[in-house]
C-alpha cells in the first residue's frame, strides 16, 4: 500500500480529467467515466458517438484485413526498409527512456509509456519474425522475440497495471 502523499497519484486529484461530475466513486480517487454501477446509455452524447465510431470503425476493418490478405503480394520491396526498422526501434527506445525517468520521477503517466512501449515491443515481435528470410535470419528474429522483445513487453504491460493508480494506493 502506498502512502496518500505519494508522487504515484493520479495528476489531476479524485476527479481526473475523464470521470463525471460525481463519478469519481466514493471518493476512492480513481479517474472514472462512470460510476460502476451506471449504465452506458448515462453516457454523455459525445462519448457515446465515439464509443459507436469506434465500436463501427473496428467491424469495417474485418473485410479490409480479409481485403489485404488475400490482395496483397507475398513479396515487396521497400526503399525506406532501414527507416522503417530504425523508426520502430527508435520509438522502443523513446518509449524505454520515457517510462524509465517518469518512474524515477514518481510520476503516474508511466503506466500509459509502460503500456505503449508494451505494444511497440509486441509490433516489433511480430513484424520481425513475419518479414525475416528463411534460415539464419528467422532463427535469429525468433530468438530476439522470445528472449528479449516478448519478455520485455511482458514486463511493461505488468509495470503498466501496477502503476496504474488505484483505490487505497
Do not use: N
Request: aromatic share 8%.
Amino acid at each position: 500500500m502506498r502512502h496518500p502523499s505519494s508522487p504515484l497519484r493520479a495528476p489531476l486529484g479524485k476527479a481526473g480529467i475523464w470521470a463525471l461530475p460525481g463519478a469519481s466513486g466514493s471518493g476512492s480517487g480513481v479517474p472514472r467515466i462512470l460510476p460502476k454501477t451506471a449504465a452506458a446509455s448515462t453516457l454523455p452524447l459525445p462519448l457515446r458517438r465515439a464509443a459507436t465510431v469506434l465500436t463501427v470503425l473496428g467491424l469495417a476493418m474485418i473485410p479490409w484485413l480479409v481485403f489485404l490478405h488475400t490482395g496483397l503480394p507475398a513479396t515487396a520491396q521497400d526503399s525506406h526498409w532501414a527507416w522503417t526498422w530504425t523508426g520502430l526501434d527508435g520509438f522502443e527506445a523513446l518509449g524505454l527512456l520515457s517510462t524509465g525517468l517518469l518512474l524515477r520521477r514518481g510520476d503516474c503517466r508511466a503506466c500509459l509509456t509502460s503500456a505503449a512501449t508494451s505494444a511497440l515491443l509486441l509490433v516489433d515481435a511480430w513484424f520481425d519474425t513475419m518479414t525475416a528470410a528463411p534460415g539464419s535470419d528467422f532463427k535469429l528474429a525468433v530468438l530476439m522475440a522470445v528472449f528479449a522483445e516478448l519478455p520485455l513487453a511482458v514486463a511493461c504491460a505488468v509495470l503498466a497495471t501496477r502503476t496504474f493508480p488505484r483505490p487505497g494506493r
